[in-house]
């Protein structure tokens, strides 16, 4: 499904991100990625959007070398997977119900289907309420609920989500990824969830992938986030 | 049918929601479409006044009296081999001594005593010719032909008025033009700006999966409502303005030599020309925006 091999990433300023990451996840997992500031999580991030190419390495989804992708060809790819961006990216001339309906005009579908689609997205991330409010009059997680609402609109293969609770007190936090939950199982999607909050990590095992400077430092199969003694505490 | 409206709902809802960017883009197209429009308007009665002048400037030949029909008949053809002669017309002395009675009115009267074998004017051709800067070298060729007796024209201060008219009309052409390329320039930017404000909202949509196309129509679609919205008011003004200037100088310049160019079908052309200007203007300035701020994102 995702299948990262020998992944380098360097900036053009220099600065090195990733160093030979390998990497597979399969269909309809649901993974944490885990790592302090700095780490390359979210130049992974980028790498998998297509939004960076990789210096070295290829990186393939669903069979696509993302990296090889052609500038016209980039949209196609992007409506088959959803990002939760940690900065939103919301249209702050579009309100939510638009936002959510953008992601779902872009692929032309039907008017009347894709209206009763953010209906039903709006509903399960619990924005119904605010579907005619421009972001800019939203509270943070009410944003961040819009985000998700848009990402998983179109039925993405894979959702990523960057920091999705990041800006959520706990209670709503837990039902984000009780929601991601749900649709991992629900529409079989693969989830691969940034985040910083251990709390998650430990009360809702998944596999999880610690990133550090660039590397690979764990891959735990069966979850859960394990206290070094050493520089850990700044996760 | 969604692909086709959806781009003008999103370019109308983005002039709304963008309302000061849209509206200085459509003053900057107002601003410069007027001006297009008042030189234009010059430029044209410009070269109106220079091709009423120079279709006054006739030449004036007269033949010998010895030279009989078939030989005024060759003459004829001769002449109207000449290049830059339209229209040859033959004036026999009677009709000669008509037009010389008739242009002094009443007081021409006397000279009714002429008529018939008195009459001591010449057979004459009136020549018209394509160009007024052609009217002395035509001249001087017909002048060397066998059986000419006399060539006139209205003489050096025509020919001087001609070039002047052409070289004021061909001045304002080169403003019009050097005005229309700031008008594209100045509106492009204004249109690029308003646009580089939303550079972070393409990023966006481009982002979450949406084609360039996609991203581009609304755009597109919007600057050409800035150019149209923009060209409505210069035009009125162009239309009202020429009409009102037209009819309170009788459509003459000073004389009746200086005619004006009539206010219709006029003011439809430029018209015409206005929203053609506008429209195509600001969907370039969209176009080149958006496609600039497309490729910046991968």
């Known amino acids: 499904m995702i299948k990262l091999s020998d992944v380098s990433k360097t900036y053009k300023n220099g600065v090195n991100a990733l160093y030979n990451i390998n990497l597979f996840i399969d269909q309809s997992e649901f993974v944490y990625i885990i790592g302090p500031t700095g780490s390359g999580k979210s130049t992974l991030i980028r790498l998998l959007d297509a939004e960076e190419k990789p210096t070295k390495g290829n990186v393939e989804v669903s069979g696509i070398n993302v990296?090889?992708?052609?500038?016209?060809?980039?949209?196609?790819?992007?409506r088959y997977i959803g990002v939760v961006f940690q900065d939103f990216k919301l249209l702050p001339s579009k309100t939510v119900f638009e936002n959510v309906m953008y992601a779902l005009e872009i692929t032309n579908m039907n008017p009347l289907l894709a209206r009763q689609r953010v209906r039903e997205v709006l509903q399960l991330v619990d924005l119904s309420e605010k579907s005619s409010h421009y972001p800019n009059q939203l509270s943070g997680g009410q944003q961040q609920r819009a985000v998700i609402a848009r990402a998983i609109a179109n039925k993405p293969r894979i959702l990523i989500a960057d920091e999705p609770t990041g800006n959520l007190d706990p209670q709503k936090s837990g039902e984000i990824i009780e929601l991601l939950e749900r649709i991992n199982q629900e529409e079989k999607t693969t989830i691969l969830m940034v985040t910083h909050d251990i709390g998650i990590v430990n009360q809702?095992?998944?596999?999880?992938?610690?990133l550090e400077a660039g590397h690979i430092v764990a891959d735990m199969v069966e979850g859960g986030y394990i206290q070094h003694e050493s520089n850990h505490s700044t996760i | 049918m969604n692909r086709i409206i959806r781009p003008f709902k999103e370019g109308f809802i983005g002039i709304i929601r963008h309302l000061a960017m849209s509206v200085s883009s459509i003053m900057a197209v107002m601003v410069t479409l007027f001006l297009v429009s008042l030189f234009l308007i010059l430029t044209v009665n410009l070269q109106q006044i220079t091709d009423s002048v120079e279709s006054k400037v006739q030449i004036h030949v007269q033949i010998l009296n010895d030279v009989d029909l078939t030989g005024i008949g060759d003459l004829r053809k001769q002449i109207l081999q000449i290049e830059g002669v339209v229209d040859v017309e033959f004036s026999d002395k009677d009709d000669e001594?008509?037009?010389?009675?008739?242009?002094?009115g009443e007081e021409g009267k006397i000279?009714?005593?002429?008529?018939?074998?008195k009459n001591p004017l010449r057979n004459a051709f009136i020549i018209e010719v394509a160009q007024?800067?052609?009217?002395?070298?035509?001249?001087?060729?017909?002048?060397?032909?066998?059986?000419?007796?006399n060539v006139n024209y209205g003489g050096l201060n025509a020919l001087k008025l001609i070039e002047i008219l052409n070289s004021v009309r061909d001045s304002g052409l080169i403003l019009v033009s050097v005005l229309g390329v700031l008008a594209i320039f100045l509106i492009t930017n204004t249109i690029k700006m308003s646009i580089h404000s939303r550079m972070h909202e393409i990023q966006i949509m481009r982002t979450i999966g949406a084609t360039n196309?996609?991203?581009r129509s609304p755009f597109l679609i919007e600057g050409i409502l800035i150019g149209f919205i923009g060209s409505i008011l210069p035009i009125a003004l162009s239309i009202f303005g020429y009409k009102y200037v037209y009819e309170s100088m009788n459509g003459v310049l000073l004389t009746s030599i200086f005619v004006l160019r009539p206010v219709f079908p006029f003011v439809y052309q430029l018209s015409y020309l206005l929203i053609l200007l506008g429209v195509s203007v600001g969907l370039l300035g969209s176009f080149i925006s958006v496609s600039r701020y497309l490729r910046t994102v991968r």
């Open chain 1, 67 to 78: 990296g090889q992708l052609r500038h016209g060809k980039i949209p196609y790819y992007r």
């Open chain 1, 204 to 210: 809702y095992k998944k596999r999880t992938i610690a």
């Open chain 2, 97 to 104: 001594l008509n037009h010389f009675i008739e242009s002094y």
């Open chain 2, 111 to 117: 000279f009714e005593m002429y008529r018939g074998d």
């Open chain 2, 132 to 149: 007024g800067n052609l009217i002395e070298q035509v001249s001087n060729k017909i002048e060397v032909l066998d059986g000419i007796e």
């Open chain 2, 213 to 215: 196309g996609f991203i």
